[in-house]
């Protein structure tokens, strides 16, 4: 078992930076593949990116490459996003998961254990 916990969202306005981290419990963190994604009111869940379990590879949804940063550090069980050049549009509940398998993936059902989420509200 596996659990989640995000933090780092808040109230930005346009432009300006935040950086999400989410820590997992447990000694397996760098066994699994891991991910963030996103979800606005009224939307479904959406990938945002994803990391292998080395940190070595990457991947983004094209709404956020070039803005968004994701890496992890395995020695602190620990994963990040960085966040720069924030829209109104980026606004959501950001969530962590973390897959069992090694491969990346930005599918969400694929998504093993999740984190309860973090807001982040972009103002225009």
């Known amino acids: 078992q596996v659990q989640l916990v995000e933090s780092g969202g808040g109230l930005v306005q346009a432009g300006g930076s935040l950086r999400l981290s989410c820590v997992a419990s447990?000694?397996?963190?760098?066994?699994?593949?891991m991910g963030w994604f996103r979800q606005a009111p009224g939307k479904e869940r959406e990938f945002v990116a994803a990391?292998?379990?080395?940190?070595?590879?990457?991947s983004y949804a094209d709404s956020v490459k070039g803005r968004f940063t994701i890496s992890r550090d395995n020695t602190q069980n620990t994963m990040y996003l960085q966040m720069n050049s924030l829209k109104p549009e980026d606004t959501a509940v950001y969530y962590c998961?973390?897959?069992?398998?090694?491969?990346?993936?930005?599918?969400?059902?694929?998504?093993?254990?999740w984190g309860q989420g973090t807001q982040v509200t972009v103002s225009s």
């Open positions: 990391i292998s379990p080395s940190g070595g590879s990457t």
């Open positions: 447990g000694r397996t963190f760098s066994f699994y593949a």
């Open positions: 998961g973390a897959d069992r398998w090694p491969t990346m993936t930005i599918q969400s059902h694929r998504y093993d254990y």
